[in-house]
C-alpha cells in the first residue's frame, strides 16, 4: 500500500497536479484498493496509516507516526476485535514498529552506504528482527535467506509496482506507452520470480522450530527494545549495549528450553 501511494503520488506530482490535491485524489484510491483486495489486517493497517497521512497534508497538520499506527490498530480492533489474536494483525504491526523504531537509526549507522542502499539494509533487518519469533510461533520456521533475498528484491517491487501504476496512467494515452510499461513490468516481475525460485530451492532457506513460548518473546522484544535505546544514543553506548547483551543472553538461555532446534 505504501508502494502504490507512493507511486501514484510521483506519478501525480510528475503532472504537476498539487500535492493537496493529489493526497484528496489518494484517500478513495487507497480505500478502494484495500476493498478489493479483501480488507486483509496488514493491508487495512496499511491504507488507514497512509490515510491519516494524507488526512494530515490536506489539513496542512503535522503527524506522528507512532500515533497514526496506534489510530489505525484502534479502528481496525473496533470493527474487528477478534483480529488481536489474527497471525496477520500481529505480524503487520510489529514488524512495522520495528521497522519504524530500529531502521532509521541503523541507516545512521550505514552512512558510508549509498542511501537508497542503507534504507534496504536497515528496513530488512529491522522487519527480521520484529517477525522472527513471530514466525517460529506461528509457522514453526526461521528463514536464513530472508535477509539477503529482501534486500535484492526490495528495489524489485518497487519497480513493479510503480511499472505498474505507470501502465494504468499510460492506457488512455496510447498503446505503445502501456505495451512499453507493460513490458518492463513483466520483465521485473520475471527477475522477481528468478529470484524467488533460486533462493527457496537453497537447502536450508529456513530451519524447522518449536513455537517459542511466551516468556521468551517478552525478554526478546525487550531486548530489542533496548537494542533501539543503544543505537540511538551516542553516550552511554556500552551500557545499553551491556544490557541489550544480558537481556539477550537471557532470552536465549530461555530459548533453549522452549524452541526445539
Not at 501504476?165 to 505495451?179: D, E, I, K, Q, W
Request: glycine residues 4%; charged residues 10%; proline residues 5%.
Amino acid at each position: 500500500v505504501g508502494l502504490l501511494a507512493f507511486s501514484l503520488f510521483y506519478v501525480l506530482w510528475m503532472l504537476r497536479v498539487p500535492k493537496h490535491i493529489i493526497a484528496f485524489i489518494s484517500i478513495p484510491f487507497l480505500a478502494f484498493f484495500a476493498l478489493i483486495t479483501g480488507m486483509e489486517p496488514s493491508v487495512l493497517r496499511a491504507t488507514l496509516m497512509a490515510c491519516s497521512f494524507l488526512f494530515a497534508m490536506i489539513i496542512d497538520r503535522d503527524s506522528d507516526i507512532y500515533n497514526i499506527m496506534a489510530f489505525s490498530a484502534l479502528v481496525v480492533l473496533l470493527f474487528r476485535p477478534s483480529d488481536l489474536f489474527d497471525a496477520g494483525f500481529q505480524l503487520s504491526y510489529v514488524t512495522t514498529l520495528s521497522i519504524i523504531y530500529l531502521a532509521p537509526p541503523l541507516m545512521k549507522k550505514m552512512a558510508f552506504l549509498p542511501k537508497w542502499l542503507s534504507s534496504v539494509i536497515a528496513v530488512s533487518v529491522s522487519a527480521q528482527i520484529g517477525s522472527a519469533p513471530l514466525i517460529a510461533l506461528y509457522f514453526f520456521r526461521f528463514s536464513i535467506v530472508s535477509l539477503a533475498v529482501n534486500v535484492l528484491i526490495t528495489p524489485i517491487i518497487a519497480a513493479i509496482t510503480f511499472l505498474g501504476m505507470l501502465t494504468v496512467f499510460a492506457a488512455p494515452l496510447g498503446s505503445f506507452l502501456t505495451m512499453i510499461a507493460g513490458a518492463a513490468n513483466w520483465l521485473c516481475l520475471s527477475l522477481l520470480l528468478s529470484c524467488v525460485r533460486f533462493f527457496s530451492g537453497f537447502p536450508f532457506a529456513s530451519i524447522a522450530l518449536a513455537p517459542p513460548s511466551y516468556i521468551f518473546l517478552v525478554f526478546y522484544y525487550f531486548a530489542a527494545f533496548m537494542l533501539g535505546k543503544a543505537l540511538f544514543v551516542e553516550r552511554g553506548l556500552l551500557k545499553y549495549s551491556v544490557s541489550v547483551a544480558v537481556i539477550w543472553l537471557l532470552a536465549y538461555g530461555h530459548g533453549l528450553a522452549s524452541w526445539d532446534c
